[in-house]
C-alpha cells in the first residue's frame, strides 16, 4: 500500500499543470461549444424511463454478483491520500446525488467552485477537498450521461484547477453501479488525466482512505448498492486501520443513508456496523460523522456518538423531509446486529427543507404531474381508453361490428391490469422493505378509483354522438378527443392518490419524483482546524438558477457561466462544531 499526497499551493501554473488538458473557454451557450449538452431535469414517471429503471433495479438484484468489479479493483494500487491545507488545517466539500438537470446541478457546482463564499456572516474560502457521495449521474452509468450530467456542469464550474490544486473522491451510489461501476472506474479511478475538471481525482479505487489534519480520517465505503463490503476492500481498510489509534477521528462517507433505511429496512445498516465494529473498533478510532447522500434532502441526527447527516442536494429532485422519524436507534432491535452492537438513540435535530415547506411541496403534485411527466399522462389516457372501449362493448351488449367487438380488449383483462397494476405501484416486488397492509389498501383502492373514474367515462362517452359512428370513426374519436382528456384527469387522480398515500408512508419518493422539484438543494462545507476541531456550514439553495450567461471573466479559473439574476444561498442551521473524540456539539439547535 502506497501513499498518495496531493500537494496544496502547487507553483506549477493552473492552466498547465501536469496530466491536465488547458480548457477553451465557450464563445456561446452552444453545446458544440460548450462540450456537452446541458440537459433537463429526468422525467421519472416516464414509461419507458420507469420501465428502464425497473429492468436496470431488476438486473441489478439477480446479477449484481456477475457485474461486481470490486474483487478486480485487488490489481489496482491501494494508496492512503493524504489531504493538509497551507495552513496545517482544511477546507472540505460534500456534495452528492448531483447528475440531474443542469440548472440544479450546475447552481450547486457554480457555488462550490467560487473562490469564497460568504454565509450568512461567515467567509468560507473553496475547499481544497471535494467529496462526491454517490448518484453522480441520472437515471444510468452510461458514459455520455455522466459528461453532460455531471462531468460537463463540473467542467463549466471550474475549467482548470487554480493554484491550490483542489482534489476529488468519489463515492458510487446505486445508479452509478447500474453498469456494473465500468463509466464510474473510468471517470474517478483512471490512472492518467486524473483530473475532473479543476478538480484532480485522488482515488485508486471505487473506495478511499485519505488522511486530513489533526489526526482526522475521511474513509469512503463502496457497499454495492447496500450488498456487502468485498474482501479485498476490507484488508485495504485493515491495513488503513493500522496508522490509527485512540486519539483517530473519522469521517466515514457511505451511498445511503442506512441508519434512516433501517426503519423499514431492518437489515440497512449491518454493512456500516460491521465496518466500524471489525475495523475500527479494535483501532480505538471515534467515528465522529457519518455522511451520505442518496435522499435528496439535508438532515441531521444527534446521538451519543456521533452525528449522522444526509445531504443528498447537489442537484436530483427533492426528497421529503416531513415524513422523517423524529428519533430512530442504530442499529435497529429488530436486526441480528444489535447482538454485537450496542443500540442507541439518535434524534432529529435538523432538516432542510423544514417539515412545513416540505408538506407544501407536497400539494405541488397536482399541476406538476401532467405536465412534468407528459409521456406518463398519455400512458393513463391510452389504458383509460382501451378501458372504456371494453366497457362500452359490454355496455352495449356487443353490438357493434365484428371489428370492434375484435379491437376492444375484454373487460375482465384491463380491469385485472388497472387493480394489479395499481396494487403494484403502491409496493413494486422490486423495492425492499416491509410490505405492509396499508400498501395493499392504498393500491388496490387506487385501483378501484381509477375504475370508478373509467366507468364514468363510458357513461359520458356513450351520452355522445361518437360511439355510434361507422367503424373505425369511434377508435379514432376516442383516441384524439377520450384520450387526452381522460389522460389529464386520470393524472390527477393518481396525483390525489400520492397525496393520500404519503400521509401513511407509501409511494413517499413517487409523491415528490413525479414533481421533479429543482430546488431547496444543499452541500456541506467543513473546516477542519490544525487543533483538531470540526465545523460543519450546511449550505442551502432555496432557489436554483434558470437563466445562465457566458461570464466576462476570461481568467483560466473562471467559471464559463454565471447566474444572470444573483444566485441566494444561506446556512440550513447554525455551524455544528465538534470538538475531538468527545463528538460535542458546541451549539444547541432546536428540533426541525
Known amino acids: 500500500m502506497t501513499d498518495d499526497h496531493p500537494t496544496s499551493g502547487s507553483d506549477v501554473p493552473a492552466e498547465h499543470a501536469p496530466g491536465e488538458r488547458a480548457a477553451r473557454r465557450p464563445l456561446s451557450l452552444d453545446p458544440v461549444e460548450l462540450g456537452f449538452t446541458p440537459r433537463k431535469p429526468v422525467p421519472w414517471l416516464a414509461p419507458f424511463l420507469l420501465i428502464s429503471t425497473g429492468i436496470r433495479t431488476l438486473l441489478a438484484m439477480l446479477f449484481g454478483a456477475y457485474l461486481d468489479k470490486r474483487e478486480l479493483q485487488n490489481a489496482l494500487d491501494s494508496k492512503i491520500a493524504r489531504q493538509v491545507g497551507p495552513d496545517g488545517g482544511l477546507w472540505l466539500d460534500y456534495v452528492a446525488d448531483l447528475g440531474d438537470g443542469f440548472n440544479a446541478t ?121 450488498s456487502y463490503l468485498d474482501d479485498p476492500q476490507l484488508a485495504y481498510f485493515d491495513e488503513v486501520a493500522r496508522r490509527m489509534g485512540p486519539q483517530s477521528m473519522v469521517i466515514l462517507t457511505a451511498p445511503a443513508p442506512t441508519w434512516v433505511k433501517s426503519v423499514d429496512h431492518p437489515t440497512a445498516y449491518d454493512s456500516i456496523d460491521y465496518f466500524i465494529r471489525t475495523i475500527l473498533a479494535p483501532t480505538g478510532a471515534h467515528v465522529q460523522l457519518l455522511i451520505s447522500g442518496d435522499l435528496h434532502h439535508y438532515a441531521r441526527y444527534a446521538g451519543p456518538e456521533r452525528q449522522l447527516i444526509t445531504c443528498g442536494g447537489g442537484g436530483a429532485y427533492l426528497y421529503p423531509t416531513h415524513k422523517l422519524p423524529e428519533r430512530i436507534e442504530v442499529p435497529p432491535k429488530d436486526t441480528l446486529s444489535r447482538r454485537a452492537s450496542a443500540t442507541r438513540p439518535y434524534d432529529l435535530v435538523a432538516r432542510y427543507p423544514d417539515a412545513a415547506r416540505s408538506r407544501r411541496y407536497g400539494w405541488g403534485i397536482f399541476p406538476r404531474l401532467p405536465f412534468r411527466n407528459p409521456g406518463f399522462t398519455t400512458l393513463l389516457g391510452a389504458l383509460h381508453t382501451l378501458l372504456m372501449l371494453a366497457m362500452a362493448g359490454v355496455t352495449a351488449n356487443l353490438t357493434g361490428s365484428t371489428e370492434q367487438r375484435l379491437f376492444s380488449v375484454p373487460l375482465v383483462i384491463m380491469l385485472g391490469v388497472t387493480l394489479l397494476g395499481a396494487a403494484l405501484f403502491a409496493k413494486p416486488p422490486s423495492a425492499g422493505g416491509k410490505r405492509h397492509v396499508r400498501h395493499w389498501i392504498l393500491g388496490v383502492s387506487h385501483g378501484l378509483a381509477q375504475v370508478g373514474l373509467a366507468a364514468a367515462g363510458t357513461w359520458a362517452w356513450l351520452a355522445l354522438p361518437f360511439y355510434d359512428w361507422p367503424w373505425p370513426l369511434p377508435a379514432a374519436a376516442a383516441a384524439v378527443v377520450y384520450g387526452p382528456v381522460i389522460g389529464l384527469v386520470s393524472s390527477q387522480v393518481v396525483a390525489a392518490y400520492l397525496l393520500v398515500a404519503g400521509a401513511f408512508g407509501v409511494n413517499v419518493n413517487e409523491l415528490f419524483a413525479g414533481q421533479g422539484i429543482e430546488d431547496s438543494k444543499s452541500f456541506l462545507r467543513m473546516r477542519i482546524d490544525p487543533d483538531g476541531s470540526l465545523t460543519i456550514y450546511p449550505i442551502a439553495v432555496d432557489r436554483v438558477s434558470r437563466d445562465w450567461q457566458l461570464n466576462p471573466d476570461q481568467s483560466p479559473t473562471a467559471s464559463w457561466l454565471t447566474p444572470k439574476t444573483t444566485l441566494t444561498y444561506r446556512l440550513a442551521e447554525p455551524p455544528v462544531t465538534l470538538d475531538g473524540p468527545s463528538t460535542r456539539v458546541d451549539h444547541e439547535v432546536g428540533r426541525g
Do not use: I
Open 106 to 226: 450546475y447552481s450547486v457546482a457554480y457555488l462550490l467552485a467560487q473562490r469564497e463564499l460568504e454565509v450568512d456572516g461567515h467567509r468560507l474560502p473553496r475547499a481544497q477537498t471535494l467529496v462526491m457521495g454517490g448518484d453522480q449521474v441520472y437515471p444510468s452509468a452510461a458514459y455520455e450521461a455522466y459528461e453532460d450530467r455531471c462531468k460537463g456542469p463540473y467542467q463549466a464550474a471550474l475549467p482548470v484547477a487554480p493554484p491550490e490544486r483542489p482534489t476529488l473522491f468519489a463515492v458510487p451510489g446505486n445508479h452509478d453501479w447500474y453498469d456494473g461501476l465500468t463509466a464510474f472506474l473510468r471517470l474517478f479511478v483512471r490512472s492518467r488525466d486524473r483530473h475532473f475538471g479543476g478538480w484532480g481525482t485522488g482515488q485508486s479505487r471505487s473506495y478511499f482512505a485519505v488522511e486530513l489534519p489533526a489526526d482526522w480520517w475521511l474513509l469512503g465505503l463502496d457497499d454495492q448498492s447496500g
